[in-house]
């Protein structure tokens, strides 16, 4: 039920867009005046960082630079960063007290210091692009060409390329992450692309160092969702953000639940402190009226999700006394007029997973009828989010704003073919 309550209105219309068009949508040609200034910010992050590096650098074009944003880690961090042999890869080191203030805080002084160093000479603001990964992020070779299509538009600020879950293989948790950030990408994205709201992610993520300019100095907020923050600031000033879906980085899925309920409680209080930008939205004169209700609309979807334990507990309570109490009653109304009720009532819980498979399945994870069957336990997994939510709203309650970052694990080496 919890998918429903979040995905219900806009899933079905997104869908509709998402089958009218082709698999695999070609890329605008790519302009050769773009630079990619790729910034990473890195709090302990011994385990993947020097894997990432190896990755990006073999793809970079030209004047293209990584920036490595060291926020105090005290760790090997910084010396794997420094010992990488290329020179394209440049290393910021931030110390306490002002290091370890949020990622926000982190890329704010990454974009100064490019800004400031000469890393950027011979360019101007437009032709910048800040692509911003997590230290964990890996993309294939055709990605920086594919988005640099989307920037011939003046008007572009920013664009957001899909997100999968390198490890999905690991267990069921993981997998079931790679499907949700797969369902998102493929119905919530594309849609809200042709409504002109696209959201931007935290990884995976490439803004125009001019639209980040007309944000101040400070672009990035201390916001717990400083993406989604970021990409409503641009809809405001008039910028146009875009989402690219030919191309993913991906990334490592949390495989413990008790880190997954961590991570989704501070994405939802996150969301929560992006409400102060539903006025502005409202009352913006630069936004479309279907811009401006698709915001709101996904902006106040907390609220349906924390309303669920309210409207939807008491009614299964209620059911399950009277099954209890005449349970042959109860069997011949769900068995009335060839099953009926009973039908309806599995596609109130579950009906949403068949469009949720197609959409896994057409991406080439795994064959129709396994992705069916993962998308049935997708619908029970969504039901954790009541947890994480709740959590969220305690700490809204009592002040409370730090987190501990999301740990990474070792990942085995690639062997190459």
Known sequence: MTSIAV??????????????RKRRPDALPAPSSVQYAFVIPCLNEERVIGA???????????D???????????????????????PRV??????????????????????????????????TADEVVIAVFDADGRIAPEALSSVAGYFRDPQL????????????????????????????TEIFQRARQHIGSVGLGGNGQFVRLSALNSLGDDPWTDCLTEDLDLGLRLLLVGWRNA???????????????????????????GHLQCWKQIVPVLRSSKLKAKTASDIVWYLTLPVAVLMIPV???????AFALSFIA?????????????GMPLILAYLLCFGLAYPYAYCYWLRGRMPFWRALALAHLFELYSHLWLISGWWAVGRVLFRRRGWEKTARVVEAPEVAS
Request: proline content about 5%.
């Open 52 to 62: 990432t590096l190896d990755n990006l650098v073999p793809l970079l074009r030209d």
């Open 243 to 269: 989402y690219c879906p030919v191309v993913a980085v991906d990334q490592q899925a949390v495989t413990e639940i008790p880190r997954w309920l961590r991570q989704r409680a501070r994405w939802f209080q």
């Open 326 to 338: 005449a349970p042959g009653q109860v069997a011949d109304l769900l068995l009335a007029n060839h």
């Open 157 to 184: 600020g920013a664009v957001q390329i899909g997100v999968t879950m390198r490890n999905a293989q690991t267990n069921l948790l993981a997998r079931l992450q790679d499907m949700e950030f797969t369902v998102f």
């Open 7 to 20: 995905f219900l209105s806009l899933s079905y219309m997104a869908m509709l867009f998402t089958l009218s």
């Open 90 to 123: 440049h290393l910021l080191r931030r110390e306490l007290p002002n290091a370890r203030q949020g990622k926000g805080h982190a890329l704010n002084a990454a974009v100064r210091h490019l800004q400031a160093s000469g890393l950027l000479d011979g360019r």
């Open 311 to 317: 409207a939807i507990v008491p009614i299964w309570i």
């Open 64 to 86: 293209d630079i990584v920036l490595v944003i060291d926020d105090a880690s005290d760790d090997a961090t910084p010396d794997i960063v420094l010992g990488h042999p290329s």
